[in-house]
T-cell receptor, first 111, second 114 residues
Framework: RKEVEQDPGPFNVPEGATVAFNCTYS??????FFWYRQDCRKEPKLLMS???SGNEDGRFTAQLNRASQYISLLIRDSKLSDSATYLC????????????FGAGTRLAVHP | DTGVSQDPRHKITKRGQNVTFRCDPI?????LYWYRQTLGQGPEFLTY????????KSRLLSDRFSAERPKGSFSTLEIQRTEQGDSAMYLC????????????FGSGTQLSVL
């Protein structure tokens, strides 16, 4: 079983749609959680951290459920510029500081 | 330039040759990471340094792979006796710890082994 699992997509949505991505992680000791965005042929960039209480950044909302080991990202009012791959990322905890990436979910927003 | 830079951007080599990649992190960042990414997959952890100390290596990193960060600044990743399965994008990232876990990635080195 992979440490971080995501639905690969692609999600094809029209502009203005709301889209949600899910992610599960296998290590219950995982400490920190993030969503990264990766444009085609570019490097990943941090989109937002994910906090236990849930957090929002403009049109983006991230949720964490530690009991279910589940992370989500909600994008409201999708823009063409949101088209990218969204990577779910966790740190394993236990003194390990590497970031573990999921395979990513591809989003394509069309006019 | 305030970003992470990697050199070269592209490398084509024949199977069995050795290759070396360089990464220059953001100057004040004390953590440096190497990741590998293949098409359709997320970045896969290889190794990381805290200053000049290599603190963790992935089990995936065979003895053909070696990484150094001799003065705690730039880092090199060497692959000896390359195999076709080594073809991938090699990404370097840096961060400043313990204040911030945010990774800043370089543009990567695309390796093609023929």
């Amino acid at each position: 079983r992979k440490e971080v699992e995501q639905d690969p997509g692609p999600f094809n949505v029209p502009e203005g749609a709301t889209v949600a991505f899910n992610c599960t992680y296998s290590n219950s000791a995982s400490q920190s959680f993030f969503w990264y965005r990766q444009d085609c042929r570019k490097e990943p960039k941090l989109l937002m951290s994910v906090y236990s209480s849930g957090n929002e950044d403009g049109r983006f909302t991230a949720q964490l459920n530690r009991a279910s080991q589940y992370i989500s990202l909600l994008i409201r009012d999708s823009k063409l510029s949101d088209s990218a791959t969204y990577l779910c990322v966790v740190t394993p905890g236990g003194g390990y500081n590497k970031l573990i990436f999921g395979a990513g979910t591809r989003l394509a927003v069309h006019p | 330039d305030t970003g992470v830079s990697q050199d070269p951007r592209h490398k084509i080599t024949k199977r069995g040759q050795n290759v070396t990649f360089r990464c220059d992190p953001i100057s004040e960042h004390n953590r440096l990471y190497w990741y590998r990414q293949t098409l359709g997959q997320g970045p896969e952890f290889l190794t990381y340094f805290q200053n000049e100390a290599q603190l963790e290596k992935s089990r995936l990193l065979s003895d053909r792979f070696s990484a150094e960060r001799p003065k705690g600044s730039f880092s090199t990743l060497e692959i000896q006796r390359t195999e076709q399965g080594d073809s991938a994008m090699y990404l370097c990232a840096s961060s400043i710890q313990p204040r911030n876990e945010k990774l800043f990635f370089g543009s990567g080195t695309q390796l093609s082994v023929l």
